[in-house]
């Protein structure tokens, strides 16, 4: 079975910065795309940014040139560095991995247990 186990969460002032981590584990060979989603209370859960195992990127839009994701292959991790927060930004963020190849065959869709992200003065 496939785990991503996030980690870096936490409460920040505004204009602050902070930087999460997730690490998939699971007899894992590659995985396609790795993303950040986040949820605030009453909302629904929205991508934050995504990233292809070529590199390509995608981000939302009340994100761009703040956030900034990257990933290394070898080690099944992926981070999102997060700049210039907003309290707009609190909410939980949840790690995703599209299409893992593993031992065991394919898992297509996997969450992690989600970091929460307070930004607040």
């Known amino acids: 079975q496939v785990q991503l186990v996030e980690s870096g969460g936490g409460l920040v002032q505004p204009g602050g910065s902070l930087r999460l981590s997730c690490a998939a584990s699971g007899g894992i060979f590659s995985i396609d795309t790795m993303g950040w989603y986040r949820q605030a209370p009453g909302k629904q859960r929205e991508l934050v940014a995504a990233i292809s195992s070529g590199g390509n990127t995608n981000y939302a839009d009340s994100v761009k040139g703040r956030f900034t994701i990257s990933r290394v292959n070898a080690e099944n991790t992926v981070y999102l560095q997060m700049n210039s927060l907003k309290p707009g930004d609190t909410a939980v963020y949840s790690c995703?991995?599209?299409?893992?190849?593993?031992?065991?065959?394919?898992?297509?869709?996997?969450w992690g247990q989600g970091t929460q992200v307070s930004v607040s003065s």
């Open positions: 995703n991995a599209v299409r893992v190849r593993t031992q065991r065959g394919f898992f297509y869709d996997t």
